[in-house]
């Protein structure tokens, strides 16, 4: 038990950390230059979460748990800071003190993963590895807004030219938004809608939706690499997304395997 409280922190940390270093680099390149103190603070996240990753770099599955614990808070304080800049930046963009390239909805997504990286580092420390029945429901609310998100945020920086692409990023959208309904429909019948078979349907309907996001993910990618379709999405951004979704389908599979194995 004590090994896979370690890896399942280093596993998060490792994840979560370069996508946390990636967001406030992302803030960084919407400002313009008046907001320097703003770029400034972005830089000193990922500065933060560069360290983080260093230290990381220096732990194994064998490391004394108790080192890792103390490590879990370290980079949950880390978590929690990097999402109170968030949520002021989005303040300040909802109240036009700010105009920044970066849309209100972005901001907000940014911090919603930033308030799950902290929490999932807090349930580790306090011993929940097993995912519980409600666990599924509610990962799985969490992370369908976060595809339903990216496919909104594909569709308004793809460029207007580029139709077929726009409209294909459209028709995600709309599947993942008819997904996350769902998936708050079956959270508020909790806890009767926690059965075996409503699951296991739940989360074979929900691998398919992301499979498709995912691979259209990993070629728009490829294509913004090679420079072969206009868009605003850097590069980086276009993996970051990829990533996130490669991430939600090894958490369907570990769901998946624990209720067929019915531990």
């Given at each position: 038990?004590?090994n896979?409280?370690?890896?399942?922190s280093?596993?998060?940390?490792?994840?979560?950390?370069?996508?946390?270093?990636?967001?406030?680099?992302?803030?960084?390149?919407?400002?313009?230059?008046?907001?320097?103190?703003?770029?400034q603070e972005?830089?000193?996240?990922?500065?933060?979460?560069?360290?983080v990753?260093?230290?990381?770099s220096?732990?194994?599955?064998?490391?004394?748990p108790?080192?890792?614990?103390?490590?879990n808070?370290?980079?949950?304080?880390?978590?929690?800071?990097?999402?109170?800049?968030?949520r002021?930046?989005?303040?300040?963009?909802?109240?036009?003190?700010?105009?920044?390239?970066n849309?209100?909805?972005l901001?907000?997504?940014?911090?919603r993963?930033?308030?799950?990286?902290?929490?999932?580092l807090?349930?580790l420390?306090?011993?929940?590895?097993?995912?519980?029945?409600?666990?599924?429901?509610?990962?799985?609310?969490?992370?369908?807004k976060?595809?339903?998100?990216?496919?909104?945020?594909?569709?308004?920086?793809?460029?207007?030219?580029?139709?077929?692409?726009?409209?294909?990023a459209?028709?995600?959208?709309?599947?993942?938004?008819?997904?996350?309904?769902?998936?708050?429909?079956?959270?508020s019948?909790?806890?009767?809608?926690?059965?075996?078979?409503?699951?296991?349907?739940?989360?074979d309907?929900?691998?398919?939706?992301?499979?498709?996001?995912?691979?259209?993910?990993?070629t728009?990618?490829?294509?913004?690499?090679?420079?072969?379709?206009?868009s605003?999405?850097?590069p980086l951004?276009a993996?970051?997304?990829?990533?996130?979704?490669?991430?939600?389908?090894?958490?369907?599979d570990?769901f998946?395997?624990?209720?067929q194995?019915?531990?």
């Amino acid at each position: 038990m004590a090994n896979k409280f370690v890896s399942q922190s280093l596993d998060e940390i490792r994840f979560w950390s370069r996508i946390m270093k990636e967001h406030a680099l992302f803030l960084s390149l919407g400002f313009s230059y008046n907001d320097s103190k703003l770029i400034q603070e972005a830089q000193h996240y990922i500065d933060v979460f560069e360290k983080v990753e260093e230290q990381l770099s220096r732990y194994s599955s064998n490391t004394d748990p108790q080192v890792i614990r103390n490590f879990n808070s370290q980079v949950y304080q880390s978590a929690v800071s990097i999402w109170a800049y968030k949520r002021k930046v989005l303040g300040l963009v909802l109240r036009c003190e700010v105009r920044s390239n970066n849309y209100p909805l972005l901001v907000d997504h940014i911090s919603r993963e930033a308030a799950y990286f902290a929490n999932r580092l807090k349930e580790l420390n306090e011993g929940r590895l097993k995912p519980l029945p409600e666990a599924i429901i509610k990962e799985n609310v969490f992370f369908l807004k976060i595809m339903a998100d990216h496919a909104k945020f594909i569709g308004h920086l793809l460029d207007p030219s580029e139709r077929k692409l726009v409209a294909q990023a459209r028709e995600f959208s709309h599947d993942f938004d008819q997904l996350v309904f769902q998936a708050i429909d079956l959270n508020s019948m909790r806890p009767q809608s926690e059965t075996k078979p409503i699951l296991d349907q739940f989360l074979d309907q929900n691998r398919v939706s992301v499979v498709s996001l995912r691979d259209f993910k990993k070629t728009a990618r490829e294509l913004i690499e090679a420079c072969k379709i206009k868009s605003n999405i850097h590069p980086l951004l276009a993996d970051h997304t990829f990533r996130e979704a490669e991430r939600f389908l090894a958490i369907i599979d570990m769901f998946e395997d624990k209720l067929q194995s019915g531990v």
